[in-house]
């Protein structure tokens, strides 16, 4: 396990007392989810996933990537929510912000609004390529992918003839029902399981996430032993870093601090953040209670919100990500005339400038206020990747507990729905 969990920035903010009970706590909270005995008990099947997975359907995820790569340019993948969000933040995390910009395969991702001209400019850019589709709903009728699908189909279909369109198009879907299972079914497409107890937001390590990153030409072997070490390392409860995070993040906010600000100083982070809010907004944010999760990348960030982060109103607490490693670096290079007065950074890389300004904003965030704990990965890959998966949904679900909320359930996402079938007419909505 490489994820260790930096506290000394939380000094003056908890006391010991205050994180000793929260910690006991979220020991007893981590054991009854081993023990199947927590609030939405039926959802938690994502625990084993990276160990008591399907080996026949991950064998099919494999083939399948790799048909995707030998016979397209662009896979475009349609979904939303927990049906898009793990797959586009592995892909950055692990290919970078420009991933598609340097990729033999682009990856879109449509079907997660409801803009007319964004699913125009994704069928233009396969315009003159070879295009492959994935089609993911748990459920099958979400009403954005169901809208995009319906515009891909015809694409796939007026451009490739029917049958060659069906070989080209995979669906990830309930097992046996949803309309998305009986159309694939019906038109011959390859399908793959969301499973009956795994909700969207916590379905990455399933086919939902693996098949589209697997097509982008990353190892999901990986992905799934880091996942792998994280559950081992947390099975039990208590004494883990998870817990850790769970305990100290639900006695900030029984303090006032109602605003967690996930922090990276790399861009390739900015869709894992993505995953994050949806992770822990959707699981923690009911009944009238949850802290609110919000992002930021530094140094970008420091420039737009740094004044409210440093100034503004006290309830933000900060968790930092940080990589022990980069991929890739460049070194400042001395310059004779220094016209622009940087020589004083000649020789260093930009890492340690960028890991500097990471060490002065956390010291200026606690001195302004602002509690700040640090969690340390080895580096941007995929073992990396799949701990951070693991490590953030084993404490989104003790959070909740602690926050005293189902984290596998979301009535409120139904409220704006039934508001706008009704506008729109849809059979059943009109009164
Ligand atoms: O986390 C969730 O459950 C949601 O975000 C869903 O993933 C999202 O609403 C998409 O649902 P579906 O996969 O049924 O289309």
């Known amino acids: 396990m490489s994820l260790t969990l930096n506290t000394e920035y ?32 039926d959802f938690i ?125 995979f669906a990830t879907t309930d097992k046996a029902r949803g ?8 038109e011959g497409y390859e399908t793959f399981v ?23 030409g990353f190892d999901t072997d990986k992905i799934l032993a880091g996942a792998r070490a994280a559950q081992q390392a947390y099975a039990n409860g208590g004494d883990n870093v998870s817990d850790l995070y769970a305990a100290i993040r639900s006695s900030l906010y029984r303090k006032g601090k109602k605003i967690e600000l996930y922090t990276c100083y790399d861009p390739a982070f900015t869709m894992f953040n993505e995953w994050l809010k949806q992770l822990y907004g959707e699981s923690e944010g009911k009944d009238g209670k949850g802290i609110f999760p919000a992002s930021v990348i530094f140094s970008t960030d420091l420039h737009s919100l740094g004044q409210y982060i440093q100034d503004g109103e006290r309830t933000v607490f900060e968790t930092v990500v940080a990589f022990r490693n980069v991929r890739r670096d460049l070194t400042v290079q001395a310059e004779p005339s220094d016209f622009d007065g940087l020589n004083y950074l000649a020789g260093k890389t930009m890492s340690e400038v960028n890991r500097t300004a990471m060490q002065a904003t956390l010291m200026a965030h606690v001195d302004g206020g602002v509690p ?36 596998f359930n979301q009535p409120g996402v139904e409220a704006y729905k039934k508001n706008m079938f009704r506008l729109l007419g849809k059979p059943g909505y009109t009164k």
Request: a negative charge; aromatic letters at 8%.
């Open 45 to 169: 099947g994502w625990r084993s996933l990276p160990t008591d997975y399907d080996r026949e359907e991950y064998a099919r995820i494999k083939k399948a990537a790799a048909r995707i790569r030998e016979s397209a340019q662009v896979l475009v993948v349609i979904g939303i929510g927990g049906s898009y969000l793990g797959a586009r933040a592995a892909i950055e995390f692990l290919g970078g912000a420009h991933f598609n910009d340097l990729a033999p395969l682009k990856v879109l991702f449509v079907g997660n609004s409801i803009c007319p001209e964004e699913l125009q400019h994704a069928l233009d850019l396969c315009e003159g390529k070879d295009v492959c589709v994935n089609v993911i709903s748990k459920s099958g009728t979400t009403t954005e992918p169901a809208i995009a699908f319906r515009v891909f189909k015809k694409y796939m279909e007026d451009r490739y003839g029917k049958q060659e369109a069906a070989k080209r198009i």
């Open 372 to 407: 700040c704990l640090v969690l340390e990965a080895d580096a941007m890959d995929e073992t990396s990747l799949g701990e951070l998966f693991y490590f953030f949904e084993h404490a989104c679900a003790v959070s909740c507990a602690l926050t005293g909320v189902n984290p």
């Open 194 to 216: 969301v499973p009956d107890d795994v909700g969207g937001r916590y379905s990455v390590l399933t086919a939902v996430g693996l098949l589209p990153i697997a097509a982008a």
């Open 10 to 41: 939380l000094k003056g903010f908890l006391t010991e007392a205050e994180l000793s009970a929260a910690s006991k706590e979220a020991a007893e909270a981590a054991r009854a989810l081993a023990e199947g005995s927590c609030a939405g008990n």
């Open 179 to 186: 309309t998305l299972k009986e159309l694939s079914d019906r």
